[in-house]
């Protein structure tokens, strides 16, 4: 009997990125934990992947090439050859093409994997080499980045484990402990030390009842609270005035700004009383080092990359960043020095190539965006689109068309791969070779195939090696093994990588970017910030350029942006769906529904594995008992979510985790388990947010009532 280690790592869209060991044991693995010795990941996994194993050998893994012989959406398909799928993808590619360009054919993939080599830029340069139309990524932190790059630049701020040496720790619209797990070590060790723990979140999250205040706030009013606390730190002297004048630009401004956004405005727009702004604010600008931790969800609601813009600027009013342990997070990602024009190729993309958002994939499929070239053949791959995007209802009509040649990569047969043409077999994990960059903290993680592929199945690397032979390509850039493109997606030559290459990653896994020591990594004691002028811009000065959705999100492509400026200031903008701005929408639908992350789910992976799916429960819905009681629905009803968007069916959950006039409903559960095979994205809107066309999860009015009976 052999037995062995690997050193692997989650592929997730999670912060955490955690650096695992699998046991092998005769060719299989038999057991995946987390590695004991990494810094952050300090051995423990959480519930999502702490029996990644089971994923890998379930039975209902796509092991070989499948083709569609019953009608779409039935999940009838036979087995075919890969040499018959690639003939069948070049036999219709090529008829699409010949009769309408390449601009037919449409790539969709997202962060399903997260590796530089398999993850969000996969595919990118072999649909750019094709011409394809550009696949715009918008789903998680376009608007959040833009407007955080206003104000800071492309930094990476604070190190999270720097937490340890904080006083007074913000959790803004995260819930940590789900979908942050690893980092709450490090604030509970701060919070033991004395460290005061706020969280700001309309719901009462499992981090939430963990911190020493929850502030409970409407949905998407977080601006006006954070101009709100701008507001009395500037009447009330607690402004850092030395780091303002040295390392700031347009405070002048930003007090003009605040002045619209006294505490007792703020209480009527917010609901958090006009004590509780005061403070929050005289307890941020005194207690240091204060930090603030934004989490995605900041972003999702018209005015949310204003929100972000606000944040933002307060560590700087009042010096947070002088500190250890001070300042604010977002996305350490930028620290990693990844090539990704060398990984998407922009350069191959062919002048006029249309641009189509993801979040919008239903309205391109059925012919309502303004597309010169109607979209003839869907690519999909990283992805689940049938669970994760809007106007699900549309988007099922879009994907049954029987002219729409659709190809879907996948490890399972999803509620998108039911309407595949041809799938193909995906390696997860444990089978592929990658090199993870984080955007939760500062650690390189390897991760080496543990196991030969099952079946049929190859990564993303080794599939467009074949898509690229099918179609005739003969670039050496799909000749190269996985490790000599992985030199060629980072730069080695960068000081952050000194001392680091593949042959010192395969000995202990993982390794820390050289950018000091969790005590001591204080980028912008002295500013240094990555703006134009070097400092934090509280007026932005590349407002004037408008809103922005950076190339990473385009497969590299940075053409077409708005020219038309933006605010250079944060302000507060209200929901699109509220009594303030849709009186009438809210005098039908009065209730705003939040679609948060699952503790179980990773967005829609893990949606049919059953450890995961026995943590998460039925699709349920939390409702206050105000709203409850006010509609005669009682605990265990199932009921029905609606408005004019569409409807899903959920159990209701009677509990005051959910504020008054809030409903909650996470989000990755899978239409086929639903009794109308609807979730919580068929009745979220298509609408875009202020920055980076960001989405709107949690812009949404909807209704709640109990359900008929169903069918006997």
Not at 444 to 449: A, F, G, S
Request: charged content about 20%; glycine content about 8%; aromatic content about 8%.
């Amino acid at each position: 009997m052999s037995e062995h280690k690997i050193f692997s790592a989650c592929p997730h869209d999670c912060p955490d990125t955690c650096a695992m060991i699998t046991t092998v044991r005769d060719g299989k693995a038999i057991e995946v934990r987390g590695n004991p010795d990494h810094p952050f990941t300090r051995g423990g996994l959480c519930v999502k992947v702490n029996d990644y194993q089971n994923r890998v050998y379930s039975t209902d893994r796509v092991l070989h090439p499948l083709k569609r012989i019953g009608r779409k959406g039935a999940g009838q398909f036979q087995r075919i050859t890969w040499d018959e799928a690639l003939g069948e993808i070049k036999s219709r590619w090529s008829a699409i093409i010949d009769r309408h360009g390449p601009a037919a054919i449409l790539p969709y993939s997202y962060l399903g994997t997260e590796g530089i080599l398999n993850g969000l830029n996969a595919g990118d340069a072999f649909f750019n080499k094709l011409g394809a139309t550009i696949s715009e990524r918008t789903f998680c932190d376009s608007g959040a980045i833009t407007a955080f790059f206003m104000s800071c630049g492309p930094t990476a701020a604070v190190d999270p484990e720097s937490f340890v040496h904080s006083k007074y720790i913000v959790l803004w619209a995260i819930n940590t402990i789900s979908n942050n797990l690893h980092h709450w070590p490090f604030i509970a060790e701060a919070q033991a030390r004395g460290a005061k723990v706020v969280v700001v979140d309309p719901v009462a999250t499992r981090t939430a009842k963990k911190a020493d205040w929850h502030i409970r706030i409407r949905p998407g009013t977080d601006a006006a609270l954070a101009l709100g606390m701008m507001n009395v730190i500037i009447a009330e002297g607690l402004v850092d005035r030395d780091y303002v004048e040295k390392h700031t630009v347009g405070f002048d401004e930003l007090e003009e700004r605040a002045a619209q956004f006294p505490p007792d405005k703020v209480a009527a727009i917010t609901g958090v009383a006009a004590d509780d702004v005061r403070r929050l604010a005289r307890e941020f600008a005194t207690t240091q080092p204060s930090v603030i931790r934004m989490g995605v969800a900041i972003e999702r609601s018209a005015g949310g990359g204003n929100t972000v813009r606000a944040l933002s600027c307060l560590p700087a009013l009042v010096g947070s960043w002088r500190h250890c342990g001070g300042g604010i997070l977002h996305m350490p990602i930028w620290a990693f020095p990844v090539n990704w024009d060398a990984v998407s190729r922009p350069d191959w993309i062919r002048p006029g190539t249309p641009v189509v958002n993801q979040w919008r994939l239903g309205q391109a499929l059925m012919g309502e965006l303004p597309l010169t070239t109607p979209i003839q053949s869907l690519f999909v791959f990283n992805s689940n689109p049938m669970v994760v995007i809007a106007e699900q209802e549309k988007l099922e009509r879009g994907l049954a068309r029987e002219d729409l040649f659709t190809v879907v990569s996948e490890q399972f047969l999803t509620d998108t791969a039911l309407y595949a043409d041809i799938v193909l077999p995906a390696t997860t994990q444990l089978e592929q070779f990658d090199l993870m960059f984080s955007w939760g903290h500062l650690y390189l993680t390897l991760n080496e195939p543990a196991i030969a592929p099952l079946g049929e199945a190859v990564s993303n690397t080794e599939l467009f090696r074949r898509l690229a032979r099918t179609m005739g390509f003969n670039d050496t850039y799909w000749q190269r093994s996985d490790e000599e493109m992985v030199t060629a997606a980072l730069d080695w030559n960068n000081p952050v990588l000194a001392g680091i290459d593949l042959p010192a990653l395969r000995r202990t896994g993982y390794a820390r970017l050289n950018v000091g020591t969790p005590d001591t990594f204080v980028p912008h004691r002295e500013g240094n910030f990555p703006t134009p002028s070097g400092k934090c811009e509280f007026k932005s000065s590349i407002a004037a350029g408008g809103n922005m959705v950076l190339p990473l999100f385009r497969q590299g492509y940075a053409g077409d942006q708005s020219g038309e400026a933006v605010d250079p200031l944060p302000n507060y903008i209200p929901p699109n769906e509220s009594p303030a701005t849709s009186p009438a929408l809210a005098a039908r639908y009065r209730l705003n529904m939040l679609s948060p992350k699952s503790h179980a789910f990773l967005n829609s992976s893990y949606g049919n594995m059953p450890l995961q799916q026995h943590h998460a429960g039925t699709q349920k819905v939390v409702i206050n008992p105000q709203d409850a009681a006010a509609r005669g629905i009682a605990g265990g009803d199932m009921v029905r979510v609606f408005n004019d968007r569409g409807a899903f069916e959920a159990v209701a959950e009677i509990s005051g985790d959910a504020m008054a006039g809030v409903v909650v409903a996470p989000m990755g559960y899978w239409p086929r388990d639903s009794r109308t095979r609807r979730t919580v994205n068929a009745i979220n809107p298509p609408a875009f947010a202020d920055y980076g066309n960001a989405p709107t999860f949690s812009d949404t009015l909807v209704e709640v009532a109990k359900s008929a009976p169903a069918p006997a």
